[in-house]
Every structure is written in structure tokens, then in C-alpha cells.
């Protein structure tokens, strides 16, 4: 089974994105900061990562940018899920290595769909 970590400040999304996931069989572990999910990583190597870019103590960017520069993090797919929904977020987010970018607020099926196609690579 697949394990996908989650990065999300907000409770409530954090806990939607999770029971999104899981309800789709995957294995869910959660990090409410940047600090906290490269600590995570650390730990244990998720599959893939769900990251949100407006988070304290380290915003989604510079964790996208350490997991991509990292020898042991640098093949972990990684999906920014933000708010910050302008053609000039997306673009950044790509350049700091991410793999898709989707805006919230999402359809579930587009979340799903796109964590899917990573996993499978």
C-alpha cells in the first residue's frame, strides 16, 4: 500500500484531504508544518507527498525545493494542493520541482486522479 503525507496547516483540510485519500486506499500519515513534514520524511519515506504552499515556520515552496535537492527525497513525487490559484503560483511551483499543482478548492475525483497517476508513476 501506498503511503501518501499530507502537508496542510487548516485542520479541516488536512482531515478532508486524509479521509480523501484513505477512502481511496491509501496509506495517510500528516504534518501541519514544513518543519514538521521534512522532520516526517526524515523518518519515513512517503510515496509521495500533498503539500500546501501558505503554511508557518516553512512555506511549501522551500519544502518542495529541499525534497527535490535531497539524493534520498528527490524522486518523491510531490502535488501542490494551494489556494494560491494564479497562472504565476502554478508556474512557481513547478520550478521549485513539483510534480502537479491543483487549486483548492478541488473536485475530490481531481485530487484522487492526479495521486493516483504519480503513484503509478
Known sequence: MSTVLVVEDSISQREMITDLLRGSGLEVTVASDGVEALEKVQGQRPDLVVLDIVMPRMNGYEVCRRLKANPNTQDVPVVMCSSKGEEFDRYW?????????????????????????????
Open 93 to 121: 511551483g513547478m520550478k521549485q520541482g513539483a510534480d502537479a499543482y491543483i487549486a483548492k478548492p478541488f473536485q475530490p475525483t481531481e485530487l484522487v486522479g492526479t495521486v493516483k497517476q504519480l503513484l503509478r508513476g
